[in-house]
C-alpha cells in the first residue's frame, strides 16, 4: 500500500456538532448503564481496591480514545471504523468492521432498554412484563430524535449528559456526609487476583469511544472539535466513575455488594425519601442518553454500507454530512425489533446478549487500530497512542476467548458477501459491466 492513501482525504466535513454536543455525545457512548451497577460489582470482586481498578481503566482507555479521535478528525465520514478500515487494509475487512457493529454491538440496543426499564421497574414495583413495556417506551425518543438529524439528536444529547453529569455529581455530594473511614479496612480484601477482576468490569464499562466516529462528518471542523470533545469527555467520565466508586465504599463498605440496586441504596443512606424516584430518574436518562448515540451511530453507519454496496443501496439515503438517513434508521428499528424479540424469548437473560455485544466491540477494536497504525503519520502522536492500543486490545481479545465466535461469524459473512460480488462482475458481460 501506498503512502498516498495515509494521506487525509480532501474531503471536508461541514457539519452542525460542536464542541459542547460533541462532548455531550462521547459522554454518553461511555457513561452509560455501567453507573448503575459496576461500582457495587467492582467492590464485591476487590474491595476498596476497585479504586485502583477504575483508575487503571481509565488511565489504559486515554491511548484507545485518543487513537479514535485522531483517526475521526483525519477522516471524518458515516462509516466509522468501517472507513479507516477499508483505507488501511481493504473492503472486505471494512465490510467485516460495518458488519460487527451494525449487527454484533447493535445487539446492546435492546440490553440498554432492558437494564434501564429493570432498574426502574424494580424501584417503582411492578411486574416483569412492566419491565418489557418501559424498555420499549425507553427505545422510541431516541428514534424520534434522530429522525430529524443530528442536529436535533446532539442537542437532545446535550440535555441528558448535561442531566447525567449533574445527577452524578448530586449523588456524590449527597452520600458523602455518610463516608465512613473505616470502610476502607481492609484494602486488598481479594488481594491483587480482585483488582484484575475490577479491571475486566471496568473495561466494558468505559467502551464506547468509537460509536461517534460514525457521526464525525456532522462535527464542525472536525480536526480541532474532535480532539477536544474526546478530552472533555476523558476527564468528566473519569471523574464520574472514579467519585462514585469511591462514594460507595465509602458509605456502604462491603454491603456494596450485596445491593441489586446499588445507586438506590446508596442515595438512601441520606435521602430515603426520595431515593426512589431519583434513582428511577437516573436510570431513564442513562438509557435514553446512550441510546439516542447509538441510534443515530447505527442508522449513520447503515446508511453509509448501503453507499458501498455492503447493504442495500436502497439504505444509502442520508450517508453524506448533513443527510438524515431516515432509510437505514427504519433498518435499524427492524433490527432492534428482532433482538428485542429474541431477549424477551431468552427470559430477558441478558449474558450472551452482552457477550455478543462485547466481542464484536474488541474484533472492531482490533481492526481499528491495525488500520490506526498504517493511516496515522509514523511517529506521531496518534501513530504512538495506535501502537500501545494495539498492545492492550491483543489483552482484551484473549480476554473474549469463546466469544469470538460471533465476529467471526459475521466476518465469514463479509467474506462470502465479496466472493458473491467478484463472481456477479465476472458473470457480467463487459459491455453491460461498462455501463
Not at 424501584?123 to 430529524?148: I, K
Request: net charge positive; aromatic share 8%.
Amino acid at each position: 500500500m501506498t503512502r498516498t492513501m495515509d494521506a487525509a482525504p480532501t474531503h471536508t466535513a461541514t457539519g452542525t456538532v460542536g464542541l459542547w454536543q460533541g462532548s455531550a455525545l462521547y459522554i454518553a457512548s461511555v457513561l452509560g448503564t455501567g453507573i448503575l451497577v459496576l461500582p457495587a460489582l467492582a467492590a464485591s470482586v476487590a474491595g476498596p481496591a476497585s479504586i485502583i481498578a477504575i483508575t487503571a481503566v481509565l488511565v489504559l482507555s486515554i491511548p484507545l480514545a485518543g487513537t479514535f479521535a485522531a483517526l475521526a478528525a483525519r477522516y471524518p465520514d458515516a462509516g466509522g471504523v468501517a472507513t479507516f478500515v477499508r483505507r488501511a487494509l481493504g473492503n472486505t475487512a471494512a465490510r467485516a468492521a460495518g458488519y460487527w457493529f451494525f449487527f454484533g454491538v447493535g445487539v446492546g440496543m435492546p440490553v440498554v432498554a432492558v437494564l434501564g426499564a429493570a432498574y426502574i421497574v424494580g424501584v417503582v414495583g411492578g411486574p416483569r412484563w412492566a419491565v418489557v413495556l418501559v424498555a420499549v417506551v425507553l427505545l422510541v425518543p431516541p428514534f424520534l430524535s434522530n429522525l430529524f438529524g443530528v442536529r436535533v439528536s446532539g442537542r437532545v444529547q446535550l440535555v441528558l449528559s448535561g442531566l447525567l453529569v449533574v445527577i452524578v455529581v448530586g449523588v456524590i455530594l449527597v452520600t458523602v456526609p455518610a463516608a465512613d473511614a473505616d470502610n476502607f479496612q481492609p484494602f486488598l480484601p481479594h488481594g491483587w487476583a480482585g483488582v484484575g477482576a475490577a479491571i475486566n468490569l471496568f473495561v466494558w464499562a468505559t467502551a464506547g469511544w468509537e460509536a461517534v466516529t460514525h457521526i464525525a462528518g456532522e462535527f464542525r471542523n472536525p480536526r480541532r472539535t474532535i480532539p477536544f470533545a474526546t478530552a472533555i469527555a476523558i476527564l468528566a467520565v473519569g471523574a464520574a466513575y472514579l467519585g462514585l466508586q469511591v462514594v460507595t465504599i465509602a458509605v456502604m463498605g462491603v454491603d456494596a455488594s450485596k445491593s441489586d440496586v446499588p445507586l438506590l441504596d446508596l442515595v438512601a443512606t441520606t435521602a430515603p425519601g426520595i431515593g426512589p424516584i431519583f434513582v428511577a430518574f437516573i436510570a431513564g436518562v442513562v438509557a435514553v442518553g446512550v441510546l439516542n448515540l447509538y441510534v443515530g451511530a447505527f442508522a449513520k453507519l447503515g446508511a453509509s454500507l448501503g453507499r458501498d454496496g455492503d447493504l442495500p443501496r436502497w439504505m444509502a439515503a442520508g450517508a453524506e454530512t448533513g443527510g438524515v438517513p431516515r432509510r437505514a434508521l427504519l433498518v435499524v428499528a427492524g433490527v432492534g425489533v428482532v433482538y428485542m424479540v429474541a431477549l424477551v424469548l431468552a427470559d430477558l437473560n441478558l449474558t450472551s446478549f452482552i457477550l455478543i455485544h462485547t466481542s464484536c466491540m474488541v474484533a472492531i477494536y482490533g481492526v481499528g487500530m491495525a488500520a490506526a497504525v498504517r493511516l496515522l503519520d509514523r511517529y506521531s502522536v496518534g501513530w504512538w497512542l495506535a501502537v500501545i492500543s494495539c498492545v492492550l486490545v491483543l489483552g482484551l481479545l484473549a480476554l473474549a476467548g469463546f466469544n469470538l465466535v460471533w465476529p467471526v461469524g459475521l466476518a465469514t459473512a463479509a467474506v462470502i458477501v465479496t466472493v458473491v460480488k467478484r463472481r456477479s462482475r465476472a458473470l457480467t458481460p463487459p459491455d453491460i459491466a461498462a455501463g
